[in-house]
């Protein structure tokens, strides 16, 4: 039985942006409730929790951000980070961002 020919399907150019839509950075979505701190982290725990002393002295245990888990952000002990609490529970955070 004679093998069927294969045919490459053709390439399309790529579509153009919609109007009005730019290909810059977009802002970070953020949470409108939560309180946004920045601190320094003093510990690294298992699953991703990390020890982090704000810039007013209080400690606080946060994870990490889905996107930071997402892009392998790696986060070690004397990062500079932002940390968001929560209104309801401010010992506990998600970490949003390390600073370079």
Same mark, same amino acid.
């Given at each position: 039985?004679?093998?069927?020919?294969? @045919?490459?399907?053709?390439?399309?150019? %790529?579509?153009?942006?919609?109007? *009005?839509?730019?290909?810059?950075?977009?802002?970070? &979505?953020?949470?409108? =409730?939560?309180? %946004?701190? /920045? *601190?320094?982290?003093? /510990? %690294? #725990?298992?699953? %991703?929790?990390?020890?982090?002393? #704000? /810039?007013?002295?209080?400690?606080?245990?946060?994870? #990490?951000?889905?996107?930071? &888990?997402?892009? @392998? +952000?790696?986060?070690?002990?004397? =990062?500079?980070?932002?940390?968001?609490?929560?209104? @309801? /529970?401010?010992?506990?955070? &998600? +970490?949003? @961002?390390?600073?370079?």
């Amino acid at each position: 039985m004679p093998k069927k020919p294969q @045919y490459r399907k053709p390439i399309r150019p %790529a579509k153009p942006a919609a109007p *009005g839509t730019t290909t810059e950075e977009r802002p970070r &979505r953020e949470n409108p =409730d939560a309180i %946004a701190v /920045d *601190g320094r982290v003093v /510990d %690294a #725990l298992p699953n %991703a929790m990390f020890t982090v002393e #704000l /810039d007013n002295g209080q400690k606080v245990l946060g994870h #990490l951000g889905g996107k930071m &888990r997402k892009n @392998y +952000i790696r986060v070690l002990t004397g =990062d500079r980070v932002t940390v968001e609490l929560s209104p @309801y /529970d401010l010992t506990r955070g &998600r +970490i949003t @961002y390390r600073h370079r």
